[in-house]
């Protein structure tokens, strides 16, 4: 199987900041990669597919980046709102895993 | 616009059968070309993917737990369903259902949370 090794596992960031997560796969996934985006008690939200193309109405603050084995996410501008835990997924083989997480907090 | 909702029980002994259901609208299973999976997430913890069936029938299974894991697909309720045979604690989680393209899961429900416990 595939794994997904996300870091930091926390941030903490203030409103306006630029903000960046980065996922790296144990093996080539070329830019088979999406991005969600997971509040407390909700579900998770796809934000990001295929490594850089952002789903139909997320803010153009959101942006990923990479190929291969490493690939970044960006939040160009903290808003209060974007308080979350933010995944990495492989879509490159079954079982598609996910990155342990990021808890993004405010400062 | 699709929405997915799970059901089932919430408390479940251990060695028993867990058995969820997800309701699907906005979408029809029968017609539409996505795989309906399962994915769960235990508290304070990761997203581990279950399965996925397609409007065919045909599965695919986690192989940490393909051996318990039987998902299937009622397409005249516009329903599939999970159950997770020989439950431990380790199997309490939030369990949410969601629409699999070929790419990413775009659409998923608001999630379940199934307690293992005697």
């Known amino acids: 199987d595939i794994q997904m090794t996300q870091s930091p596992s926390s941030l903490s960031a203030s409103v306006g900041d630029r903000v960046t997560i980065t996922c790296q796969a144990s093996q080539d996934i070329s830019n088979f990669l999406n991005w969600y985006q997971q509040k407390p008690g909700k579900a998770p939200k796809l934000l990001i597919y295929?490594?850089?193309n952002l789903e139909t109405g997320v803010p153009s603050r959101f942006s990923g980046s990479g190929s291969g084995t490493d690939f970044t996410f960006t939040i160009s501008s903290l808003q209060p709102e974007d308080i979350a835990t933010y995944y990495c997924?492989?879509?490159?083989?079954?079982?598609?895993?996910f990155g342990q997480g990021t808890k993004l907090e405010i400062k | 616009q699709v929405q997915l909702q799970e059901s089932g029980p919430g408390l479940v002994k251990p060695s028993q059968t867990l058995s969820l259901t997800c309701s699907v609208s906005?979408?029809?299973?029968?017609?539409?070309?996505?795989?309906w999976s399962w994915i769960r997430q235990p508290a304070g913890k990761g997203l581990e993917w279950i399965g996925r069936i397609y409007t065919s029938g045909s599965t695919n299974y986690n192989p940490s737990l393909k051996s318990r894991v039987t998902i299937s697909v009622d397409t005249s309720k516009n329903q599939f369903s999970l159950k997770l045979s020989s439950v431990t604690a380790a199997d309490t989680a939030v369990y949410y259902c969601?629409?699999?393209?070929?790419?990413?899961?775009?659409?998923w429900g608001q999630g379940t949370l199934v307690t293992v416990s005697s």
């Open positions: 295929d490594a850089s």
């Open positions: 906005g979408d029809s299973i029968s017609s539409s070309n996505y795989y």
């Open positions: 969601a629409r699999e393209s070929s790419s990413s899961s775009d659409s």
């Open positions: 997924q492989q879509y490159d083989s079954l079982p598609p895993a």
